[in-house]
C-alpha cells in the first residue's frame, strides 16, 4: 500500500491544523492506521493509533484531549485533527499502516508515508 500525507503547514500556537493521509494500492479496512512524529535530533515517536473498524483509538498522553485520530474507510483515508497547538508539537508528522496488532511501537507498521511538516510558532 502507498500512504500520501498532507495537510502539514506554520500555524500559531494555540491553532489548528488538519492531517490527511490517503492510501492506495490495498485494502485500506485492512490495516490499522497510526500517525508518528520526528522532531529534529529525536527519535520518531507515537501519536495516535485507529484499529481498522474505527472504533478502537489511542494518543499519546502529550497530545491526549487536544489531537484525535479518525478514518473514513470508503474514501481510503485517516485523519489527524489537531487543535490547540503548541511549539513542542513541531515535527515532521508521519502515517503509517500495520497489518499486525494495533501498536504504539513504529517497529510493528509495515508501510509509512513520506512525512509533513508540522511548524508551531510561538
Known amino acids: 500500500v502507498q500512504l500520501q500525507a498532507s495537510g502539514g503547514g506554520l500555524v500559531q500556537t494555540g491553532g489548528s491544523l488538519r492531517l490527511s493521509c490517503a492510501a492506495s494500492g490495498g485494502t485500506f479496512s485492512s490495516y490499522g492506521m497510526g500517525w508518528f512524529r520526528q522532531a529534529p535530533g529525536k527519535e520518531r515517536e507515537f501519536v495516535a493509533v485507529i484499529g481498522r473498524s474505527g472504533v478502537y483509538t489511542d494518543h499519546a498522553e502529550p497530545v491526549k484531549g487536544r489531537f484525535t485520530i479518525s478514518r473514513d474507510n470508503v474514501k481510503g483515508t485517516v485523519h489527524l485533527q489537531m487543535n490547540s497547538l503548541k511549539p513542542e508539537d513541531t515535527a515532521i508528522y508521519y502515517c503509517?499502516?500495520?497489518?499486525?496488532?494495533?501498536?504504539?511501537?513504529?517497529?510493528?507498521?509495515?508501510?509509512w508515508g513520506q512525512g509533513t511538516q508540522v511548524t508551531v510558532s510561538s
Open positions: 503509517a499502516a500495520s497489518t499486525r496488532l494495533i501498536s504504539r511501537r513504529p517497529t510493528s507498521y509495515d508501510y
